[in-house]
Antibody, heavy 114, light 112 residues
Framework: EVQLLESGGGLVQPGGSLRLSCAAS????????MTWFRQAPEKGLEWVST???????NYADSVRGRFTISRDNSKNTLYLQMNSLRVDDTAVYYC????????WGQGTLVTVSS | DVVMTQSPLSLPVTLGQPASISCRSS???????????LHWFQQRPGQSPRRLIYRVSNRDSGVPDRFSGSGSGTNFTLKISRVEAEDVGVYYC?????????FGGGTKVEIK
């Protein structure tokens, strides 16, 4: 079965760090760009970052310099290292297959609060 | 950044009746290779988003044929030919012709 499974969310204080993971299965992970999106409570969808199949990266202005996307092709896993977290980073974070989000994971909730 | 504007914000529909959602972009979404990277997503209550339509008019696998997409350049439309109860949710358009990827604000489809 083709699926994406995020983990690593939780409650963190402002200024703290978290690392999200996304385990992919059922498809050729190395052949696809992978993307992180997020959705703040009761808000719309927002693109966060994309990593190409070759490892090139792009970031939204709101996270550039604080978040780092990476992938481990040997483990079929996508990561999002989030540093210097702010209250407005609070959201459900989704990983997705491809730039055009062919498939989404179930999401992991990140709450930034003191 | 490319601004995506959806309308209406809310769309009450009678079961079995058609529905139409508009998405407009602040600049043409035609890429240099001729493709238009405009996609539609459905988010049912309490669920993750699901892609319905890719590159304007191509239905994803498993998507009922009552859903269709059309448009070109800066104007795009998602149509549901006959709304069913399972179609309730929020619909988003998204472009990935340009960085950053951007979404419309969403259209909430509900049953009258």
């Amino acid at each position: 079965e083709v699926q994406l499974l995020e983990s690593g969310g939780g409650l963190v204080q402002p200024g703290g760090s978290l690392r999200l993971s996304c385990a992919a299965s059922g498809f050729s992970f190395t052949s696809y760009d992978m993307t992180w999106f997020r959705q703040a409570p009761e808000k719309g969808l927002e693109w966060v970052s994309t990593i190409s199949d070759g490892g090139s990266t792009n970031y939204a202005d709101s996270v550039r310099g604080r978040f780092t996307i990476s992938r481990d092709n040997s483990k079929n896993t996508l990561y999002l290292q989030m540093n210097s977290l702010r209250v407005d980073d609070t959201a459900v974070y989704y990983c997705a297959k491809g730039q055009s989000a062919i498939l989404w994971g179930q999401g992991t909730l990140v709450t930034v609060s003191s | 950044d490319v601004v995506m504007t959806q309308s209406p914000l809310s769309l009450p529909v009678t079961l079995g009746q058609p529905a139409s959602i508009s998405c407009r972009s602040s600049q043409s979404l035609v890429y240099s290779d001729g493709n238009t990277f405009l996609h539609w997503f459905q988010q049912r209550p309490g669920q993750s988003p699901r892609r319905l339509i890719y590159r304007v008019s191509n239905r994803d696998s498993g998507v009922p044929d009552r859903f269709s997409g059309s448009g070109s350049g800066t104007n795009f439309t998602l149509k549901i030919s006959r709304v069913e109860a399972e179609d309730v949710g929020v619909y988003y358009c998204m472009q990935n012709t340009y960085w950053p990827l951007t979404f419309g604000g969403g259209t909430k489809v509900e049953i009258k």
